[in-house]
């Protein structure tokens, strides 16, 4: 199986588990470590909507809490329930947690509405002119 296609069924597995009561907007995200793992991440929501997480965010916080920090590619699916599926582009905020490990030119987010309907950007593209840890001084440990 193409690793497209893997990445966007391991979404959608991740889809299931979307805690998104409050806007019924179902998230999922398979994220692809430089180790072979694929993390799986969904959004989860809260009553004070604020501590919201995103899909992506999860999976990127579940991949560095387990010691994996260099990506390859992401997977999102996403779509209100009951709605028609369609693309589901990751949020500013979520870019900005890419753009913390992943490297700007390669590394990939596909962005799907079925197994077989996906588009595929590097993450330079969705998000030109970043503020990255490169204008930083301190040392990435
Ligand atoms: N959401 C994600 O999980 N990822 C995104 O990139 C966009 C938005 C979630 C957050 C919230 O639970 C719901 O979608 C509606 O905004």
């Known amino acids: 199986m193409k690793k497209e296609k893997e990445l966007i ?13 409050y806007s019924q907007f179902q998230v999922g995200a398979a994220l692809l470590g430089e180790d072979g793992k694929i993390y799986l991440g969904c959004n989860i929501e809260n009553a004070a ?9 999860t999976a ?3 991949a560095v809490s387990q010691g994996c920090r260099t ?3 992401i997977a999102i699916v996403g779509n209100q329930k009951g709605m028609a599926p369609d693309y589901c582009p990751p949020c500013g905020v979520c870019r ?4 913390e ?3 700007p030119e390669k590394f990939q987010i596909i962005l799907a509405r079925s197994l077989e309907e ?3 950007f590097f993450l330079k593209e ?6 990255g840890n490169d204008l930083l001084c301190s040392d990435k440990e």
């Open 96 to 99: 900005q947690v890419m753009a």
């Open 126 to 131: 969705l998000l030109p002119f970043g503020f």
């Open 71 to 73: 990506f390859q590619a």
């Open 60 to 62: 990127f916080f579940k």
């Open 101 to 103: 490990f992943c490297d």
């Open 49 to 57: 909507y604020s501590p919201t997480n995103c899909a992506e965010r």
């Open 9 to 21: 069924k391991a979404a959608y597995e991740a889809q299931k588990y979307s805690y998104s009561p």
């Open 118 to 120: 996906y588009q595929i």
